[in-house]
């Protein structure tokens, strides 16, 4: 059994939100260790293993060290990490304004509500549509926020069917953003305005900025 106070932690780091709601901000980021998907489009492979241990007192003192009050919690998948739900809760407890980036394959059920829960909603060109666990919508709320990556027309088709079906329109902020290698950002554009879609687009700041520089 692992100690009811750790988490593996593969970073954490001081950079600009690179995209939803609080883009633009700085913003200290936990990267938790581990990930039981495998996403086509993974920019994070190095989260997968590794890492190093750490008390949830130690990782509160390292946010500390930054004068701003917003944290992201990420991964990987941090939910994978049954003590998860123990950091958001100490995070909010001490007034950050936290949110919360997942994969949306584990249950986000028992995660504070006052976390901005970020859902990955996985398309069929991740490779791992399969995963999306449906039950999670039901605990949406206008707090929290839907993210599409979009690699191809067909996952763009996909993906407003999906809204649909499952009638997450108003439930909460909804975004698109393309696979940054796979999809013209501009295509994209085109294709929402073209069919008046209810969504919001983004680019990803922090790579427009720094590539897939870890650590930015």
Known sequence: MSDPDRLRITEIFYSLQGEAK???QPTVFIRLTGCPLRCAYCDTAYAFQGGEWMTI???LAEVKKYDTKFVTV???EPLAQKNCDVLLRSLCDRDYSVSLETSGALSIKNVDLRVSRVVDV???DSQESAKNLIENFQFLSDHDQLKFVI???RDYEWSKEFIQKYKLKGKCEIWFSSSFE???PRQLAEWILEDQLSVRFQMQLHKLLWADEPGR
């Open 22 to 24: 609080t883009a633009g």
């Open 57 to 59: 007192t130690a990782i």
């Open 74 to 76: 990420t991964g990987g």
């Open 122 to 124: 996985k398309t069929p």
């Open 151 to 153: 690699c191809s027309r």
């Open 182 to 184: 796979q999809l013209p």
